[in-house]
């Protein structure tokens, strides 16, 4: 059986500290499970996209995109950019982390 380590989400209040004393560093990640044509395109948008919407908010700094392409969700070895986002987040490099879940924007916040 596989250890889990669960990284708690920074309370609100630290959140709201962070967002009065310092643009937040933003970061997106991307992923499509499969390398068929019409996924490849779906993963462009996604990464142009979220480039965009983060470079567009004048409160934010980009912290990158990470995208992982054709590579199964089941399993996060063979996952390259989501173990380095980790690694990024747990190094205090990234304060939020966009991603496209059900049609909308899910804000997490490591």
């Known amino acids: 059986m596989a250890n889990v380590t669960v990284i708690p989400a920074k309370p609100r209040q630290e959140l709201q500290r962070l967002e009065a004393t ?8 991307c992923r ?9 395109s779906s993963y462009e948008a996604q990464v142009s996209h979220y480039t965009d919407y ?3 908010n004048p409160e934010w700094t980009f912290a990158g995109i990470f995208a992982d392409e054709g ?12 173990n380095r986002m980790i690694g990024d ?10 991603r496209h879940s059900f049609k909308r924007l899910i804000p997490s916040i490591f």
């Open 89 to 98: 987040c747990m190094a205090g490099k990234i304060d939020i982390r966009v």
């Open 54 to 56: 983060i470079k567009r």
């Open 32 to 40: 499509v499970s499969t390398d068929n044509e019409e996924q490849l």
């Open 22 to 29: 310092a643009e937040l560093r933003v970061c997106a990640y």
């Open 71 to 82: 590579i199964s969700g089941t399993n996060t070895k063979k996952r390259v950019e989501f």
